[in-house]
């Protein structure tokens, strides 16, 4: 089973940048798509981006031109870059993968805190 442990989360303040990072604990992570996910106070569990193990690259409408993903498959290790933040994007932010069919394959982390005061 695959171990994700996500970090790199904070209180920011409208505008600022965070850089949060997925560390999978197995070498499968590079043979998969790997996506960052978000979940706010009383709404669903939302994709923010993905990226495929050739690095294609898929965004939502509402983080497009802000956020930016990234992999190093040597360190099995996923990145967002996030910048011009708003409130909107305060969240519980989460790494996972799918084989291409956007049904996640591995245990959900522990997710980590991103909270952006205005």
């Known amino acids: 089973q695959v171990q994700l442990v996500e970090s790199g989360g904070g209180l920011v303040q409208a505008g600022g940048s965070l850089r949060l990072s997925c560390a999978a604990s197995?070498?499968?992570?590079?043979?998969?798509?790997m996506g960052w996910y978000r979940q706010a106070p009383g709404k669903p569990r939302e994709l923010v981006a993905d990226i495929t193990p050739g690095g294609g690259t898929n965004y939502a409408d509402s983080v497009k031109g802000r956020f930016t993903i990234s992999r190093d498959n040597a360190k099995n290790t996923v990145y967002l870059q996030m910048s011009r933040l708003k409130p909107e994007d305060t969240a519980v932010y989460y790494c996972?993968?799918?084989?291409?069919?956007?049904?996640?394959?591995?245990?959900w982390g522990q997710g980590t805190q991103v909270t952006v005061s205005s």
């Open positions: 996972n993968g799918d084989w291409g069919s956007r049904t996640t394959i591995f245990s």
């Open positions: 197995r070498s499968m992570f590079r043979l998969v798509r």
